[in-house]
């Protein structure tokens, strides 16, 4: 069993930053493909990154590429979401997920067989 939790999320004003770190414990994740989704409000949830097994791959939403990166830290056996920029409309309640199965990060939220519990970002205007 994996499990994940994340941290680093927090209250920032529209154009600042913040890194969410997603620590994995229970078995390594280094061979995992990983992902960050999201929830904001009365929403449904959302992909926002990916990030392949060898971690020379990635995917991101379209209204958060080049502001948004996800990375990998092996040693650790941490993945992180690191946010610049940030806007009111990125508040939400961030996951990090992780699939065993596929070498390239999916969109699809059924394929990831393990989540967190979620970190809160809030973004004031």
């Known amino acids: 069993q994996v499990q994940l939790i994340e941290s680093g999320g927090g209250l920032v004003q529209a154009g600042g930053s913040l890194r969410l770190s997603c620590a994995a414990s229970?078995?390594?994740?280094?061979?995992?493909?990983m992902g960050w989704f999201r929830q904001g409000s009365g929403k449904e949830r959302e992909f926002v990154a990916g990030?392949?097994?060898?971690?020379?791959?990635?995917d991101y939403t379209d209204s958060v590429k080049g502001r948004f990166s996800i990375s990998r830290d092996n040693a650790k056996n941490t993945v992180y979401l690191q946010m610049n920029s940030l806007k009111p409309e990125d508040t939400a309640v961030y996951y990090c997920?992780?699939?065993?199965?596929?070498?390239?990060?999916?969109?699809?939220?059924?394929?990831?067989?393990?989540w967190g519990q979620g970190t809160q970002v809030t973004v004031s205007s």
């Open positions: 997920a992780a699939d065993p199965d596929w070498i390239l990060a999916t969109r699809d939220q059924a394929r990831y067989d393990y």
């Open positions: 229970g078995r390594t994740v280094n061979n995992y493909s």
């Open positions: 990030l392949s097994r060898s971690g020379r791959t990635t």
